[in-house]
C-alpha cells in the first residue's frame, strides 16, 4: 500500500509506504515534516510532526496546494520526524524541562533531567542514585558539592530525541509529578532525609 505523491498533472514523483514520512520545504526557508497513512490510491493523511491531528488529502490537491505555494516534497526517514516531533515536544513543555526532577526507587532515587545541548539535539538523562551514594554524600554541606558528589557516582544512561524510546518517557516526565524537584539546598536535605544520613553534617574536601 505506496502512497503516491504527484505534481498537478498526475506525473508520479516518488512513493512512501504506509506510515512513511515526507518533508515539505517551504518557499519561506522553513520545513513542514508529516507522517503519512494510506486511505486508498487516491488519498492519504498527513499528520505533522508536533501535532496530534492528521488531515485528509486527495493526491491531486496536495500536488496543487504546494505547487500553489511554491513548496518542494520530498520523502524522508522516520527517525528525522521523530526527532521534530520530539523537539517540538519538548519546546511546548519547557516549563517542565527546565527542571531536574527525582523520584524515589526502593533504594534510592532517579534524577531525570533534559540536555537540550547533546549532539543528537537534546536527550533526557537518567541517573540512578543509590541511598548509600546519598548518605556518603551527607558530608557536603554545600548544594553544589553534594549535587556533584552523588551525581558523579550514579549510573546514567541517555535516550536522544528522535528515537522511538523518547516520546513515552518525554511524556511521563512531563506529566508526572516528582517526589522531590529541582537541585537546591530543599532537595538536598530531603535527600539526606529520605535515604536516612546523620543530621551533622561536617565539610569536606574532595
Known amino acids: 500500500m505506496d502512497i ?50 492528521g488531515e485528509t488529502y486527495h493526491i491531486r490537491q496536495f500536488a496543487e496546494i504546494n505547487e500553489r505555494n511554491g513548496n518542494v ?7 528525522e520526524y521523530l526527532r521534530e516531533s520530539d523537539i517540538r515536544f519538548v519546546e511546548d513543555n519547557m516549563s517542565e524541562f527546565s527542571k531536574d ?13 533534559y540536555n537540550p545541548d547533546a549532539d543528537a539535539g537534546g536527550q533526557l538523562v537518567y541517573l ?7 548518605r556518603t554524600a551527607a558530608v557536603y554541606r554545600k548544594t553544589g558539592d553534594f549535587f556533584n558528589y552523588i551525581e558523579s ?8 530525541v528522535g528515537t522511538a524510546e523518547f516520546m513515552g518517557n518525554a511524556k511521563s516526565f512531563a506529566e508526572r509529578k516528582a ?13 539526606k532525609k529520605y535515604a536516612g544520613a546523620a543530621p551533622k553534617h561536617r565539610d569536606m574536601e574532595r
Open 73 to 79: 516534497v520530498e520523502p524522508v526517514e522516520e527517525s
Open 179 to 191: 517526589d522531590f524537584e529541582l537541585s537546591t539546598r530543599k532537595t538536598m536535605q530531603e535527600l
Open 128 to 134: 540512578e542514585i543509590s541511598n548509600d551514594d546519598i
Open 4 to 53: 503516491r505523491f504527484i505534481d498537478s498533472r498526475y506525473k508520479e514523483l516518488f512513493r512512501i509506504p504506509h506510515g512513511g514520512c515526507v518533508k515539505i520545504n517551504l518557499n519561506n526557508g522553513e520545513k513542514l515534516l508529516g507522517k503519512c497513512k494510506y486511505i486508498d490510491d487516491y488519498h492519504f493523511t498527513l499528520t505533522q510532526a508536533g501535532k496530534m491531528y
Open 101 to 113: 526532577k527525582f523520584f524515589k526507587t526502593d533504594n534510592g532515587v532517579v534524577e531525570v533531567y
Open 153 to 160: 557516582a550514579a549510573k546514567g544512561y541517555l535516550i536522544d
